[in-house]
């Protein structure tokens, strides 16, 4: 029952069975947040703290996060590690592949604006928002988990915010 | 019934694939099912360290080495350190030098413990990943405490350490070692003699010793062909020479050999790890250096035995307070160019198995 | 094998092809002339003292004036190192390939070639490795090298 005290909801009990009234906004955030499967695209040093967020301590799986290898599965690109610029076509591509409704989360440094290889590198992408629009933007050189938790955590409260409107106008 | 016509097809594994830990991309040419030539393309993780560290002093190129091999930072940090050393002709006091050897088997430790866990996944075993990545925590949890990073640690500096390790490290790093004791029996008796396991690495992918030797191949891939080589016996730096530990090895060379070769090559880091703690002297951790100090002109290639082999950095100097040129070296560059070599004539699922059992990284290979 | 003796045995075996450069207390770094390359090469991978057998580095060198090839070499089985230089011009420097001495050679001359535009005669296969296959901004890691994007640290 713990989902029906979040929603907004009305229910009421009827003699054989019950009736919910609540609206399909609701519903389609709450199913949209809490199975957000991501993406494993790890590319450098924070790939290995993605996995460790994936493994026995951090737990991501609580979230309803769970590692899908293809982008035809994917909801969420966690895109974790420097992106050079052969590497950024490929980023483009495999966003494309995947559906509707798509997200992404920069992880890094790297991701956000070069990090540490924003002076003096000829082949580091200085930031991934000029390949693909960013939902979430997770600093640190590589993000603890504990961050890269709370971003997710942040992102499912972003989803649920979202109007059915906003989805028919894209 | 007429002859069936068949022709080759290629398939591109990668740049974006689960089981190439990383950005490799893998372009393949199959008849069926089985490999007949690969040809593996790199730069995808090209971040240009080199260029970068021409322009930084060498004390600020110690973070960049940091992500030139993250899954050992320690050995990358040491590896720059003792070559501007050699440059500058600094001595490192007694204790740095322990901190420095404890901290490197702790790390070499924790990059075999991912080893253990992402071969086993690629294979399709999912838990030696969890209890892998458990155990590779509680050696995380001591760097923590030490230097406060996770992965890159920028701990080893020129002239020595960054800080001396806090009160409770001791005890804390001894019950790490107990506790990875006790679990490495359950990590073999996961794996060791299970049959899935067996038919998947054994007798796959063998590396003949005079094909590694003609490609440059060092490390735990080189020993498990039978080949005795360790940087820390054959070229000692630091004080390894102090230290009571073997060089495994094994004589068949294939996915199996190498996996067990970890291992054993656990074990002995642990031995290592202990002696060092016993033998810890009080003193000074760092040797008084500039921050911008200027070594003399002059050039100097420096390696180190990490878990992948030969790590080596080539420094020139000019003089100036920036280096002149730096070149980095790992082992993984080689072991990549030899998979073509022993990955042709067998299945596309066991070179997933083959290029697990090389352990490449990626960053190492692109620099 | 300690370096002196080292030295000593190269000074005996190797006069007319290997100078000793003087770059303080470190280890020996030879200078060997371009043309010699691969012979010298061959010889130390085959004299049955030295047996350099492991190709450890190859790295490219600009100084600003010209261009150096700097081989690192070791023994698998006697546990010495040497290094070897190769001085070249700036401008379109060639180089011998020496992948017929050790096979290992292949992608370090390939990234020569490609950072530092130093052409290797004899590779068979010098194509885009590193770069991006579309690259067109000539060889990044010369030290006159400069694009639109490329952002230099600034002093501090």
Same mark, same amino acid.
């Given at each position: 029952?713990?989902?029906?005290?979040?929603?907004?909801?009305?229910?009421?009990?009827?003699?054989?069975?019950?009736?919910?009234?609540?609206?399909?906004?609701?519903?389609?955030?709450?199913?949209?947040?809490?199975?957000?499967?991501?993406?494993?695209?790890?590319?450098?040093?924070?790939?290995?703290?993605?996995?460790?967020?994936?493994?026995?301590?951090?737990?991501?799986?609580?979230?309803?996060?769970?590692?899908?290898?293809?982008?035809?599965?994917?909801?969420?690109?966690?895109?974790?590690?420097?992106?050079?610029?052969?590497?950024?076509?490929?980023?483009?591509?495999?966003?494309?592949?995947?559906?509707?409704?798509?997200?992404?989360?920069?992880?890094?440094?790297?991701?956000?604006?070069?990090?540490?290889?924003?002076?003096?590198?000829?082949?580091?992408?200085?930031?991934?928002?000029?390949?693909?629009?960013?939902?979430?933007?997770?600093?640190?050189?590589?993000?603890?988990?504990?961050?890269?938790?709370?971003?997710?955590?942040?992102?499912?409260?972003?989803?649920?915010?979202?109007?059915?409107?906003?989805?028919?106008?894209? | 019934?007429?002859?069936?016509?068949?022709?080759?097809?290629?398939?591109?594994?990668?740049?974006?694939?689960?089981?190439?830990?990383?950005?490799?991309?893998?372009?393949?040419?199959?008849?069926?099912?089985?490999?007949?030539?690969?040809?593996?393309?790199?730069?995808?993780?090209?971040?240009?360290?080199?260029?970068?560290?021409?322009?930084?002093?060498?004390?600020?190129?110690?973070?960049?080495?940091?992500?030139?091999?993250?899954?050992?930072?320690?050995?990358?940090?040491?590896?720059?350190?003792?070559?501007?050393?050699?440059?500058?002709?600094?001595?490192?006091?007694?204790?740095?030098?322990?901190?420095?050897?404890?901290?490197?088997?702790?790390?070499?430790?924790?990059?075999?413990?991912?080893?253990?866990?992402?071969?086993?996944?690629?294979?399709?075993?999912?838990?030696?990943?969890?209890?892998?990545?458990?155990?590779?925590?509680?050696?995380?949890?001591?760097?923590?405490?030490?230097?406060?990073?996770?992965?890159?640690?920028?701990?080893?500096?020129?002239?020595?350490?960054?800080?001396?390790?806090?009160?409770?490290?001791?005890?804390?790093?001894?019950?790490?070692?107990?506790?990875?004791?006790?679990?490495?029996?359950?990590?073999?008796?996961?794996?060791?003699?299970?049959?899935?396991?067996?038919?998947?690495?054994?007798?796959?992918?063998?590396?003949?010793?005079?094909?590694?030797?003609?490609?440059?191949?060092?490390?735990?891939?080189?020993?498990?062909?039978?080949?005795?080589?360790?940087?820390?016996?054959?070229?000692?730096?630091?004080?390894?020479?102090?230290?009571?530990?073997?060089?495994?090895?094994?004589?068949?060379?294939?996915?199996?050999?190498?996996?067990?070769?970890?291992?054993?090559?656990?074990?002995?880091?642990?031995?290592?790890?202990?002696?060092?703690?016993?033998?810890?002297?009080?003193?000074?951790?760092?040797?008084?250096?500039?921050?911008?100090?200027?070594?003399?002109?002059?050039?100097?290639?420096?390696?180190?035995?990490?878990?992948?082999?030969?790590?080596?950095?080539?420094?020139?100097?000019?003089?100036?307070?920036?280096?002149?040129?730096?070149?980095?070296?790992?082992?993984?560059?080689?072991?990549?160019?030899?998979?073509?070599?022993?990955?042709?004539?067998?299945?596309?699922?066991?070179?997933?198995?083959?290029?697990?059992?090389?352990?490449?990284?990626?960053?190492?290979?692109?620099? | 094998?300690?370096?002196?003796?080292?030295? =000593?045995? +190269?000074?005996?075996? &190797?006069?007319?092809? !290997?100078?000793?450069? /003087? #770059? *303080?207390?470190?280890?020996?770094?030879?200078?060997?002339?371009?043309?010699?390359?691969?012979?010298?090469?061959?010889?130390?991978?085959?004299? =049955?003292? +030295?047996?350099?057998? &492991?190709?450890?580095? !190859?790295?490219?060198? /600009? #100084? *600003?004036?010209?261009?150096?090839?700097?081989?690192?070499?070791?023994?698998?089985?006697?546990?010495?190192?040497?290094?070897?230089?190769?001085?070249?011009?700036?401008?379109?420097?060639?180089?011998?390939?020496?992948?017929?001495?050790?096979?290992?050679?292949?992608?370090?001359?390939?990234?020569?070639?490609?950072?530092?535009?130093?052409?290797?005669?004899?590779?068979?296969?010098?194509?885009?490795?590193?770069?991006?296959?579309?690259?067109?901004?000539?060889?990044?890691?010369?030290?006159?090298?400069?694009?639109?994007?490329?952002?230099?640290?600034?002093?501090?």
């Amino acid at each position: 029952m713990g989902v029906i005290k979040k929603l907004p909801i009305y229910s009421e009990k009827l003699p054989g069975g019950g009736l919910v009234l609540t609206s399909l906004e609701a519903v389609i955030n709450q199913a949209q947040a809490k199975s957000m499967w991501y993406l494993l695209f790890g590319t450098a040093c924070c790939a290995i703290e993605l996995m460790c967020t994936g493994a026995s301590r951090y737990d991501f799986d609580r979230l309803g996060m769970i590692f899908r290898a293809t982008p035809r599965q994917a909801d969420l690109i966690i895109a974790a590690g420097t992106i050079t610029k052969k590497m950024a076509p490929r980023l483009r591509r495999l966003y494309d592949q995947m559906a509707e409704p798509r997200r992404v989360i920069a992880m890094g440094g790297c991701t956000i604006k070069g990090g540490p290889f924003y002076y003096d590198s000829y082949s580091v992408e200085k930031g991934i928002d000029h390949i693909v629009p960013v939902d979430m933007y997770i600093p640190g050189c590589p993000p603890r988990p504990e961050s890269l938790l709370e971003g997710c955590i942040h992102l499912q409260e972003k989803i649920k915010k979202q109007k059915l409107s906003d989805w028919q106008e894209k | 019934m007429a002859d069936l016509r068949t022709e080759e097809f290629t398939v591109n594994m990668g740049p974006h694939h689960p089981s190439t830990h990383g950005v490799c991309r893998l372009v393949l040419t199959l008849n069926g099912e089985k490999i007949i030539k690969i040809e593996p393309v790199i730069g995808y993780l090209h971040r240009a360290l080199e260029k970068i560290c021409e322009n930084r002093t060498y004390a600020q190129c110690i973070p960049i080495m940091d992500r030139f091999e993250y899954v050992t930072a320690m050995s990358c940090n040491y590896l720059f350190s003792n070559a501007a050393e050699k440059l500058a002709g600094i001595e490192v006091p007694e204790r740095a030098e322990y901190l420095r050897v404890i901290m490197l088997e702790l790390n070499r430790i924790a990059s075999h413990l991912i080893f253990y866990g992402v071969t086993a996944m690629d294979i399709g075993a999912l838990t030696p990943f969890l209890y892998g990545l458990r155990e590779r925590e509680l050696i995380i949890d001591l760097f923590e405490m030490t230097c406060g990073q996770r992965l890159t640690y920028n701990y080893i500096r020129v002239g020595g350490v960054s800080r001396d390790i806090p009160a409770e490290f001791e005890p804390k790093c001894r019950e790490a070692i107990k506790i990875i004791r006790e679990k490495l029996i359950d990590y073999e008796g996961l794996l060791n003699e299970n049959p899935i396991w067996l038919v998947r690495n054994k007798g796959i992918g063998v590396l003949p010793p005079e094909l590694g030797i003609a490609y440059g191949v060092s490390g735990p891939v080189l020993r498990a062909s039978g080949v005795k080589y360790d940087i820390r016996k054959d070229d000692p730096y630091s004080i390894y020479d102090r230290f009571d530990f073997q060089i495994p090895t094994r004589e068949n060379g294939d996915c199996y050999d190498r996996y067990l070769l970890r291992l054993d090559e656990i074990k002995q880091s642990l031995n290592i790890v202990e002696q060092a703690l016993d033998a810890l002297p009080e003193g000074d951790i760092k040797a008084k250096v500039s921050p911008n100090f200027k070594p003399p002109a002059g050039e100097v290639y420096s390696r180190v035995e990490n878990s992948r082999g030969e790590l080596g950095v080539y420094i020139q100097s000019d003089g100036g307070k920036k280096p002149l040129r730096v070149k980095m070296r790992g082992g993984s560059y080689n072991q990549l160019q030899v998979l073509p070599h022993i990955g042709t004539n067998c299945l596309v699922a066991d070179l997933v198995a083959i290029f697990a059992s090389l352990d490449v990284i990626l960053p190492e290979v692109d620099r | 094998m300690t370096f002196d003796e080292l030295k =000593e045995y +190269l000074a005996a075996n &190797f006069a007319d092809d !290997l100078t000793l450069l /003087d #770059t *303080g207390r470190h280890e020996p770094v030879y200078e060997v002339k371009a043309e010699k390359l691969v012979t010298v090469c061959r010889r130390l991978r085959e004299d =049955e003292t +030295l047996k350099f057998d &492991f190709f450890c580095n !190859l790295g490219g060198v /600009d #100084t *600003g004036e010209r261009m150096e090839a700097v081989y690192s070499l070791a023994s698998y089985s006697k546990k010495i190192r040497v290094d070897l230089k190769v001085i070249l011009p700036h401008e379109k420097a060639e180089i011998d390939s020496v992948q017929e001495v050790w096979p290992a050679a292949n992608w370090y001359e390939r990234e020569l070639w490609e950072l530092y535009g130093v052409h290797v005669k004899n590779h068979g296969n010098l194509t885009r490795f590193l770069l991006p296959d579309d690259w067109d901004q000539g060889f990044p890691m010369r030290k006159d090298w400069d694009a639109p994007d490329f952002i230099r640290m600034p002093e501090l």
